[in-house]
């Protein structure tokens, strides 16, 4: 049961990560909420301590180690521990690689990867003393196949799963009890298409996600899943796609 689990969050201002903090506290879990937004973590923050849940939130750019670590200090002074990290943060500004949008892929290749390597960092000391804990990182279905247009995001992507394998193996070895999990969606309604630069790809994004996407509780509940599998046990990758979503 998530029931009681500390859990921090990356990119809680929005989508899926609003969305996940949202169920999780209701189900009694204690959250710690980051993102750029502090202004929007703070109401995401009251509306679960109004509905009688637990909340702490820290303005947290991912691609800035230092606040990253801040984010892991906040969860061990409010609650003195951190069972569940979720790397979620992410941005999908896709384009053809003959744009040269190297500012794009900087800044995926920074919020992504480094991003989701930082989280970690933060995370595993204090999960190896308790010798337990789950790292979900958020993939994508774009981290199992490219195509025209992905190739940065599918990268940062693809990435995550090499990462995320290489660390449960790790864990494995140190025989800490901590778990990870990748969850790769499909197409989910949330603000991620805001940040598509490309406004051709932004128009074809659009409509393809009005035709297809699905609410974004559906992830949030296969995250909650994933926290709730009794703790000898762990989906270590999970796909969750629109059913009626070809590719
Ligand atoms: N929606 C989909 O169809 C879909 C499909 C596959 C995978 N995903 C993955 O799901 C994850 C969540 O995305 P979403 O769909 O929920 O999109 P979203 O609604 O745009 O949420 C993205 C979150 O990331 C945060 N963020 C962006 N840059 C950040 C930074 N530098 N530091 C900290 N936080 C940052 C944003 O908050 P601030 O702007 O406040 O910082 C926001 O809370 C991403 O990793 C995305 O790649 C989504």
């Known amino acids: 049961m998530s029931e009681a689990k500390v859990v921090v969050i990356t990119g809680a201002s929005s989508g899926i990560g609003k969305a996940s903090a949202e169920l999780l506290a209701k189900d009694g879990a204690k959250l710690v909420l980051g993102a750029r937004r502090e202004n929007i973590l703070k109401e995401i923050a009251d509306k679960i301590e109004k509905l009688g849940g637990q ?5 947290t750019d991912v691609t800035d180690d230092a606040q990253v670590e801040e984010l892991a200090k906040l969860a061990i002074e409010k609650f003195g521990r951190i069972d569940v990290w979720i790397n979620n943060a992410g941005i999908m500004p896709q384009s053809v690689l003959s744009e040269k949008k190297i500012q794009d892929w900087n800044n995926m290749i920074d919020i992504n990867i480094k991003g989701t390597l930082y989280g970690i960092g933060a995370a595993i000391p204090y999960m190896d003393k308790q010798k337990s804990g789950h790292i979900i990182n958020v993939s994508s279905v774009a981290g ?8 940065v995001y599918s990268a940062t992507k693809y990435a995550v799963r090499a990462i995320s394998e290489s660390l449960r193996q790790e864990m494995v070895d140190a025989k800490n009890n901590v778990r990870v999990t990748v969850i790769s969606p ?11 630069t490309d406004p051709e790809v932004k128009a074809g994004m659009e409509k393809f996600y009005a035709a297809y996407s699905i609410p974004v509780e559906r992830v949030a509940l296969t995250i909650k899943q994933a926290i709730d599998l009794p703790a000898d046990a762990a989906w270590n990758e999970v796909i969750i796609r629109p059913t009626s979503q070809l590719g």
């Open 144 to 151: 199992h196949v490219a195509h025209s247009g992905s190739a």
């Open 186 to 196: 499909g197409a989910i309604n949330t603000e991620l298409l805001s940040s598509v």
């Open 55 to 59: 909340a702490a939130y820290k303005a």
